[in-house]
């Protein structure tokens, strides 16, 4: 109900409106204000009888513009046992029998979803931490908000970096799971989002880390051969994954900033050690120097699982950090007096 001047009551008056009619009515005299108006709000009415699915929603998506027919073609759903079966599936063959070039690619489009709204999901879940080290539950309405964001760019961008290799017609026989794998990764790193293998392989439909990685460097190469140029892969830092690495670990806030803190300082100098592995050996430092300290034994393996760094790879990345932790680790985290009651690398 609203306000509108009646010219029978010569006074604004409370007006009724009729969806079903369009009409809009004087609440006091009756008088039809307007007739067959347009209700321009959206229309939640469900056509599909014979569907379960209770979605209200009857617009189709975007255009794709890396399909052929821009995405805007209809497909017919398999039948789920309610009314109208027959029709369903008779029509689902139908469909079937004719030549869909683009069926793979949609196919392959809805993979790349899936593996990032996964890891969009366990990247909630982990880095809801408060200041204080507490979760902040995985709902947390900025973080979520900024994770949808981040996996609809990283989802367009792995589809585009699969379209180009698919154009090449030269992944045939090759592992489809690894390559959309691989896919999501590069654009990770394009997008300057990098994650690890690991991290990728965990959403990946049972791809191997090995597997990745050789679809990682096919895809690379010829897309360099198909442009010319080498494809641009982004830069990583240590720091893109602390965060992460410390929230897998549980590790106070307290902490992840000056393993942060520290990880920045350790670039000024020439380890050279992966990313990584720098992130995985500060950790390592921090960690001993925590107010919560935790045990040596086993400190290694319980890092190495959280960060995908092997044990033997941390000993060695903090034996190459070890001369310089006076320099690298804050001062208002760790005296001169802790530094020096650091196990010996």
Not at 191 to 218: F, L, M
Not at 269 to 298: C, E, H, M, N, W
Request: hydrophobic share 35%.
């Amino acid at each position: 109900m609203g306000d509108a001047f009646c010219s029978d009551c010569k006074r604004y008056t409370e007006v009724v409106s009729d969806h079903s009619a369009g009409d809009t009515v004087c609440s006091e005299c009756g008088l039809v204000l307007e007739s067959h108006s347009i209700d321009e709000t959206s229309e939640w009415r469900i056509f599909a009888n014979e569907s379960g699915d209770n979605d209200p929603v009857r617009v189709g998506g975007p255009t794709n513009p890396l399909l052929t027919d821009g995405g805007l073609s209809t497909v017919i759903a398999k039948p789920n046992g309610a009314s109208g079966d027959f029709l369903s599936s008779s029509l689902g063959r139908w469909q079937n029998r004719g030549s869909n070039p683009d069926r793979g690619l949609i196919m392959a489009f809805k993979t790349i979803a899936t593996m990032s709204d996964r890891l969009m999901k366990l990247e909630v879940e982990v880095e809801g931490y408060s200041s204080d080290g507490r979760p902040m539950g995985k709902f947390h309405l900025a973080s979520v908000e900024r994770k949808l964001s981040l996996v609809a760019t990283i989802k367009d961008r792995a589809n585009e970096i699969y379209k180009k290799v698919e154009d090449q017609k030269s992944s045939r026989g090759r592992n489809q799971d690894a390559l959309l794998a691989a896919c999501l990764y590069i654009a990770c790193r394009q997008e300057d989002k990098p994650r690890t293998v690991k991290e990728i392989c965990s959403v990946a439909n049972g791809a191997t880390k090995k597997e990745i990685g050789r679809a990682k460097e096919y895809i690379v190469k010829h897309l360099g051969l198909e442009t010319g140029q080498s494809v641009e892969m982004g830069t990583i830092h240590a720091g893109d994954f602390m965060r992460r690495f410390c929230s897998n670990l549980g590790m106070s806030n307290h902490a992840v900033k000056a393993a942060t803190e520290a990880v920045k300082t350790s670039e000024q100098f020439d380890i050279r050690r992966s990313p990584i592995s720098i992130a995985a050996a500060v950790i390592y430092i921090i960690t001993q120097l925590s107010d919560d300290k935790k045990p040596l034994r086993g400190l290694d393996a319980d890092i190495s699982v959280a960060t995908g760094v092997a044990e033997g790879t941390i000993r060695n990345s903090y034996k190459d950090l070890y001369p310089h932790v006076s320099k690298i680790i804050p001062s208002w985290y760790a005296s001169e007096e802790d530094l020096k009651n650091l196990c010996s690398p």
